[in-house]
C-alpha cells in the first residue's frame, strides 16, 4: 500500500512460531502517522475493532471491513478468517489480533497483523479495493524435495488452478490437493480479501505467485502472505475439511 507509506517487506522466515497457535506470523506498524491516547481517532478504532470483532466471525462469513470518521479521524478497517477457520476460533484470533496489535503499534494510525487463522488491519487512508503489494512475507518448509523441477510444477500447476477457481468464487477463496509420484499428496489454499474484485483477486493472487522461486524454491511447503491476498502448499494436509 504504497500511498499509505507502509514499509515494504519481504521477510524470509522458517521460525517455528506458526505452530504456536496464539503467536502472530507477523506484523507492520504504518509509518502514517501517530495518534494520541484518548483521542477521537482511538476512540473510533476501538468502536471499528469491536464491531468486526462482533460481525466477521459469523455474519461475514469470517470478513469484514467498515470506516468511522471524519477527516483526520477517519479510521478504515479489515479482517479476514481463513475460509476453513470455524466461527469460534475466527473470534479467538480476532481477539488476539485486535489486542496484539495495539500492543505492539500503540498509538501508531496504521497496522496489520497476521495469524495463521485472521489478518487484521487498519489505516487513515482508505485502501479497500486497493491491491496491497507493499505488504509482503514469506515462509517455507525446512525440508528440500529430492527433485525440484518436477515438484515446483506440480506446486505451480496446483496453485494455478486454485487461483482459476478462487477468483470466481463469492469467498475468494479454494482449496484442493494433488498426487505425486512418490504416493504422498500436495495441498494447496489461496485466498484474497472481499474488498478485491474478482480480476482484482487474481491479479493479486498472480502477483503473489510470482514470489515462488524467491520463496520456496525446492521446498515441501511455503506460503507467500500479503494484505490483500495469500497462497499456502504443503506435503501435508493443513486445512479443515
Known amino acids: 500500500m504504497s500511498s499509505a507509506?507502509?514499509?515494504?517487506?519481504?521477510?524470509?522466515?522458517?521460525?517455528?512460531?506458526?505452530?504456536?497457535?496464539a503467536d502472530p506470523l507477523f506484523h507492520v506498524c504504518s509509518t502514517s502517522g501517530n495518534f494520541k491516547a484518548g483521542s477521537p481517532y482511538e476512540s473510533n478504532l476501538n468502536k471499528l475493532t469491536s464491531f468486526l470483532y462482533a460481525t466477521t466471525p459469523s455474519s461475514s462469513g469470517g470478513f469484514g471491513y467498515s470506516y468511522i470518521g471524519q477527516d483526520q479521524d477517519q479510521v478504515y478497517v479489515?479482517?479476514?478468517?481463513?475460509?476453513?477457520?470455524?466461527?469460534?476460533?475466527?473470534?479467538?484470533?480476532?481477539?488476539d489480533a485486535g489486542a496484539e496489535i495495539r500492543r505492539r503499534c500503540p498509538r501508531n494510525?496504521?497496522?496489520?497483523?497476521?495469524?495463521?487463522?485472521?489478518?487484521?488491519?487498519?489505516?487513515?487512508?482508505?485502501?479497500f479495493?486497493?491491491?496491497?503489494?507493499?505488504?509482503?512475507?514469506?515462509?517455507?518448509?525446512?525440508?528440500?524435495?529430492?527433485?525440484?523441477?518436477?515438484?515446483?510444477?506440480?506446486?505451480?500447476?496446483?496453485?494455478?488452478?486454485?487461483?482459476?477457481?478462487?477468483?470466481r468464487a463469492s469467498m475468494?477463496?479454494?482449496t484442493g490437493e494433488m498426487g505425486l509420484e512418490d504416493k504422498t499428496k500436495l495441498y494447496g489454499l489461496v485466498q484474497c480479501t472481499r474488498d478485491l474484485t474478482a480480476a482484482e483477486c487474481k491479479e493479486c493472487l498472480e502477483g503473489a505467485m510470482g514470489e515462488l522461486p524467491s520463496c520456496c524454491d525446492r521446498m515441501e511447503g511455503g506460503r507467500v502472505v500479503g494484505g490483500s491476498c495469500n497462497f499456502r502448499y504443503e506435503i501435508y494436509p493443513f486445512v479443515n475439511v
Open 129 to 167: 479495493g486497493q491491491i496491497d503489494n507493499a505488504n509482503r512475507f514469506y515462509m517455507w518448509n525446512l525440508n528440500n524435495v529430492s527433485d525440484p523441477e518436477a515438484f515446483n510444477s506440480k506446486v505451480r500447476g496446483l496453485l494455478t488452478g486454485l487461483v482459476e477457481e478462487a477468483y
Open 109 to 127: 494510525k496504521g497496522a496489520i497483523i497476521w495469524y495463521d487463522d485472521c489478518m487484521f488491519k487498519y489505516l487513515n487512508i482508505n485502501f
Open 78 to 95: 479489515l479482517a479476514l478468517c481463513r475460509g476453513d477457520t470455524s466461527p469460534s476460533d475466527c473470534k479467538a484470533c480476532m481477539a
Open 5 to 21: 507509506r507502509f514499509v515494504l517487506l519481504s521477510v524470509c522466515s522458517a521460525l517455528l512460531r506458526a505452530a504456536l497457535g
Open 172 to 174: 475468494l477463496y479454494a
